[in-house]
């Protein structure tokens, strides 16, 4: 009987053990799929943020791309000094066409005489 309780217990202590291994089995399986996993994840990522960076980059050189334009274009704009200048001419221009205006009034005026005195026909 005796024989027999220690095969018995020897077969529980077997079937123990071969739990206990399965169970490890079990948790390294796991803990390598969740390293596997989190590799992936981390490979992934590393790939988006690449891509990430290399629309940024290429945003960048557009944006210094067209700041580069509007730098060009204000130097070729007109400054203060300019403007006064601009100001004067067109203050100028002014002032000539108001004495081409008023020469015109006196144009027509003696016009006007004139065809007074052709009508009415003053002759003399």
Do not use: C
């Amino acid at each position: 009987m005796l024989e027999a309780m220690d095969y018995k217990a020897l077969t529980f202590w077997y079937q123990v053990a071969q739990g206990l291994i399965t169970l490890a089995m079990f948790i390294y399986v796991v803990l390598t799929n969740k390293q596997k996993a989190n590799a992936s994840a981390i490979e992934t990522l590393r790939k988006e943020m690449a891509e990430e960076l290399e629309d940024l980059g290429k945003e960048i050189e557009d944006v210094a791309t067209r700041s580069t334009r509007i730098e060009t274009n204000l130097e070729h704009m007109p400054g203060h000094s300019d403007m006064g200048d601009i100001h004067n001419r067109v203050n100028e221009t002014a002032q000539r066409l108001t004495s081409v205006e008023g020469e015109l009034k006196q144009m027509n005026n003696t016009l006007l005489l004139i065809n007074r005195h052709l009508i009415s026909g003053d002759k003399k």
